[in-house]
């Protein structure tokens, strides 16, 4: 089992920027390729960023290229994800996932363990 806790939500204009952090416990957090997902009211949850286990090997959603960066520390059991750049169309509840793998997934099926994700409002 894998327990995920996101934090680091909130409210902020556009153009501004937020660091999302995602703590692991439970199994061994280095073992797990890390996600981030989002889902805006009304539609469906869609990839944003992915991890490898290692921190060597990232991807990243076509609009979130350039903006957006996932990173991890396996010392501390943490997957981050630093925005910036924000925009409205931003604004949705930001999940952290796991999955036991080596590399991330962009499909939501491929993971094995969700947080409870954190609200990231941006306003115009």
């Known amino acids: 089992q894998v327990q995920l806790v996101e934090s680091g939500g909130g409210l902020v204009q556009a153009g501004g920027s937020l660091r999302l952090s995602c703590a692991a416990s439970?199994?061994?957090?280095?073992?797990?390729?890390m996600g981030w997902f989002r889902q805006a009211p009304g539609k469906e949850r869609e990839f944003v960023a992915g991890?490898?286990?290692?921190?060597?090997?990232?991807n990243y959603a076509d609009s979130m290229k350039g903006r957006f960066t996932i990173t991890r520390d396996n010392a501390k059991n943490t997957v981050y994800l630093q925005m910036n750049s924000l925009k409205p169309e931003d604004t949705a509840v930001y999940y952290c996932?796991?999955?036991?793998?080596?590399?991330?997934?962009?499909?939501?099926?491929?993971?094995?363990?969700w947080g409870q994700g954190t609200q990231v409002t941006v306003s115009s």
């Open positions: 996932a796991a999955r036991i793998a080596y590399s991330g997934s962009t499909s939501r099926h491929d993971y094995d363990y």
């Open positions: 991890i490898s286990r290692s921190g060597g090997s990232t």
């Open positions: 439970g199994r061994t957090f280095s073992s797990c390729a």
